[in-house]
């Protein structure tokens, strides 16, 4: 059973900073392009960042650019996401995803972890 677990989310105060990991079992998904994606409350998801398979090449929403970082470890199958000076608006349960196909459709989904920001 292929599965993508993400963790280390939680409540922290603006300005600070937390690291969410997402473990993936079931498969590798070292040939994969890995992203992560945010629902704020009452609002849709949205593609937060988005990291290629070799781990070269990143992409970001620009709202979180310059304070947030994906990157990944394909010998432990998972994929980070640094996040720096947290804002209010990062509150959002946090997913990643993984693009087998390459084609930017994502085929595999975690249950999410909560972010909260305090201000």
């Known amino acids: 059973q292929v599965q993508l677990v993400e963790s280390g989310g939680g409540l922290v105060q603006a300005g600070g900073s937390l690291r969410l990991s997402c473990a993936a079992s079931?498969?590798?998904?070292?040939?994969?392009?890995m992203a992560w994606f945010r629902r704020a409350p009452g609002k849709e998801r949205v593609f937060v960042a988005r990291?290629?398979?070799?781990?070269?090449?990143?992409t970001y929403i620009g709202s979180v650019k310059d304070r947030f970082t994906i990157s990944r470890d394909n010998a432990k199958n998972t994929v980070y996401l640094q996040m720096n000076s947290l804002k209010f608006e990062d509150t959002a349960v946090y997913y990643c995803?993984?693009?087998?196909?390459?084609?930017?459709?994502?085929?595999?989904w975690g249950q999410g972890t909560q972010v909260t920001v305090s201000s």
């Open positions: 995803a993984a693009d087998v196909g390459g084609d930017y459709n994502y085929d595999y």
């Open positions: 079931g498969r590798s998904f070292s040939s994969d392009a």
């Open positions: 990291i290629n398979k070799s781990g070269n090449t990143s």
